[in-house]
């Protein structure tokens, strides 16, 4: 060897010495690229999924379309799975930020993708954050699947013998029916209408008759009734005329005025008046029963 190889004690030296330094390069690239080398540049982030939908340890996470880190470790628990991110220390997250699994590629690679929020605090990156449903092509598939088979299920009950569209088939032939029956019914009635109208103008024919024969007759009774109304109008006056006479004659009475209202209203002079009347009635019967004490007859 050493015949052809005069300095082979250096080349194995060197040859030694690129193994392990090509050694190293690969487990550091091993660890860098999934995420286990722990590097100051980066924090921790820990999300809890209902499901990560094929998210493997070493897979990108995405912030505002940019990687800012890989998934570190993915561990299941009892109704979750919890990822581990590394990202890197000058994004800084926001209350409100969402996680979410989405497909990186066509070819059905994933990637963890921090939507940022809108709050104003920091986002406290100590606690267990938590993802929602991943959003892949393999979950809209599958809500596709789901949004088909009740498509399938609601056809299939209205195709159904009392389903939407039987009742709506029978529903249009009763109305078809009905539209019938109101264009029958119409045609009655339109009829009866010409008959009504007919009889209308007919009868008003006939009044224009009778009105037009006693035309002269209307006109002496429309005269003869406003002289008579013109003489009960005088009569009212008279009554009012007679209605005050009776009224003025009523006050004189009762404000003691005259003779009438002296007898009605004095006592005193009402019983004299019957006093008198008493002994008028007393000489009266005193004449019938002694004439001779009033009378004298003498003969000569």
């Not at 082979?8 to 690239?29: A, D, E, M, P």
């Not at 286990?36 to 990560?52: D, G, M, Q, T």
């Not at 939908?53 to 990108?60: A, F, I, N, S, T």
């Not at 299941?76 to 997250?93: F, H």
Request: hydrophobic content about 40%.
């Amino acid at each position: 060897m050493k015949k052809f190889y005069p300095n082979l004690r250096s080349v194995q030296i060197k040859t030694g010495i690129w193994t392990i330094v090509i050694c190293l390069i690969l487990v550091f690239s091993y660890f860098w690229l999934s995420g286990r080398l722990a590097v100051r540049s980066h924090y921790e982030l820990k999300i809890a999924f209902p499901n990560v939908m094929g998210l493997e340890v070493g897979d990108k996470v995405m912030y505002r379309g940019m990687e800012v880190g890989r998934v570190k470790s993915i561990t299941a628990s009892k109704d979750k799975v919890i990822t581990t991110a590394n990202i890197r220390s000058d994004i800084i997250l926001t209350e409100g930020t969402r996680f979410l699994v989405s497909d990186s590629s066509l070819m059905g690679g994933k990637a963890l993708n921090i939507i940022p929020g809108d709050g104003k605090n920091p986002l406290n990156i100590k606690k267990l954050q938590q993802g929602t449903s991943p959003e892949g092509m393999m979950e809209l598939i599958s809500k596709a699947s789901a949004g088909l088979d009740e498509l399938n299920e609601t056809v299939k009950l209205l195709n159904s013998p009392n389903g939407l569209l039987q009742s709506s088939r029978k529903l249009v032939q009763n109305a078809d029916g009905t539209v019938t029956e109101m264009g029958n019914l119409a045609k009655e009635i339109k009829q009866e209408l010409v008959i009504t109208v007919n009889k209308i103008e007919d009868l008003t024919s006939s009044l224009q008759e009778v009105i037009a024969e006693n035309k002269e007759p209307l006109k002496n009774t429309l005269v003869e009734g406003n002289i008579t109304i013109e003489k009960l109008s005088a009569t009212l006056d008279s009554l009012k005329i007679l209605s005050a006479n009776l009224n003025r004659s009523a006050k004189a009475l009762t404000e003691n005025a005259g003779t009438a209202g002296l007898l009605l209203n004095d006592k005193q002079l009402y019983e004299k008046i019957t006093n008198a009347t008493d002994n008028l009635n007393a000489l009266i019967k005193d004449i019938k029963e002694n004439p001779k004490k009033y009378i004298k007859f003498s003969v000569f």
